[in-house]
């Protein structure tokens, strides 16, 4: 598949080669999120417990399409395996994916409470790290989260937060969590501006969610600094800036080959019923989540931080 490089990268090929050398080089790949990172857990769990996942969606995804793990996986030369599918005999050899959709950074699932928030699945992970040993310092740990903290929901078990301040502290904890079992390489990546989806882009709230987002990600990337600081060079947290990338292509869909970038695709019967190349000309699939071109392009973009990253220092062990 041929990449889409989204921003100019190094001039010099000397200096490109072993950087894009050392993302192959991750091992595995550990998801942590929401729906914009599931690739099929919210699926197989509502295989098991008789439920409908709507057919419109592409594999369990939230998508008409694969989503930007699928894709950044693809470009690492891995497959994490759904935390769901275990159960079913399916290896993990190249890493698992946690990430449900409706997951809080907390305790809380927004689809259903019976499913785990952030805070499960890194527990979970843990536990699966057995206690004579270190998680995998060669993989690639991956966390998004965030949006269901402060969008409007139906659930009844939670209520939006309208400050950054637990949503921020959950998210901390997630990281040190994972780096106190041993993870090394963190990708990290910020809110879209949630005024903007076309479930709120019409609503009273949508300048507070805009506003709460710019807070969010300032808060993100302050935590993400003090982490490093704290840490030293021990650890190499990258962050992907998602909402500049939303932000330029709301702004110049020309650019990105958009003809809507307000409405969801799901709600108007031409677009549904057209095939891929016609669903991908909106950049949103349904009311909050966005179609695979968006993906793809959110899975390039990583790549390309992870290329631009300066890997943590080679250390040996005994």
């Known amino acids: 598949m041929k990449k889409q490089i989204l921003s100019t990268g190094f001039v ?14 991750f091992t595995q790949m550990y998801v942590f999120g929401d729906s914009l990172s599931d690739t099929g857990n919210v699926f197989n769990a509502s295989q098991a417990t008789g439920t409908v996942f709507p057919p419109i969606y592409f594999n369990g995804r939230f998508s008409n399409g694969p989503n930007w793990v699928d894709y950044l996986a693809e470009d690492l030369n891995l497959s994490p395996t759904p935390v769901t599918a275990l159960g079913l005999g399916i290896p993990s050899t190249q890493g698992i994916n946690f990430a449900f959709g409706g997951a809080t950074t907390g305790l809380d699932n927004t689809i259903d409470p ?22 995998n310092p060669d993989a690639l740990y991956v966390l998004w989260a965030g949006a269901n903290d402060y969008l409007p929901t139906e659930s009844t078990a939670f209520t939006p937060f309208n400050t950054p301040e637990t949503t921020i502290g959950n998210l901390s904890f997630a990281l040190s969590t994972l780096a106190a079992v041993g993870a090394k390489n963190f990708l990290v990546v910020n809110l879209p501006d949630l005024g903007e989806l076309p ?47 939303f932000s330029d292509a709301i702004s110049n869909p020309d650019k990105y080959g958009f003809t809507n970038v307000t409405d969801a ?41 992870l290329q631009s990253s300066t890997p943590p220092p080679v250390s040996c062990t005994f």
């Not at 080669?17 to 050392?22: C, F, I, N």
């Not at 799901?266 to 909106?282: A, D, P, R, W, Y």
């Open 199 to 245: 479930r709120t882009n019409k609503t009273p709230n949508s300048s507070n969610l805009n506003t709460l987002t710019s807070l969010h990600n300032t808060s993100l990337t302050a935590t993400i600094n003090a982490l490093r600081s704290t840490a030293g060079s021990d650890l190499n947290i990258n962050q992907v800036d998602v909402n500049s990338l």
């Open 265 to 305: 695709c799901i709600n108007n019967l031409t677009c549904v019923l057209g095939n891929q190349s016609e669903q991908n000309k909106f950049l949103f699939w349904d009311f909050v989540h966005p179609t695979t071109a968006v993906h793809k392009q959110i899975g390039e973009l990583a790549y390309k931080v």
């Open 114 to 135: 019976r499913l785990p928030g952030l805070q499960q699945q890194v527990g979970l992970f843990t536990q699966l790290v057995p206690a004579t040993q270190a998680a």
């Open 12 to 25: 010099l090929f000397s200096f490109l080669s072993p950087l894009k050398a050392w993302a192959a080089t």
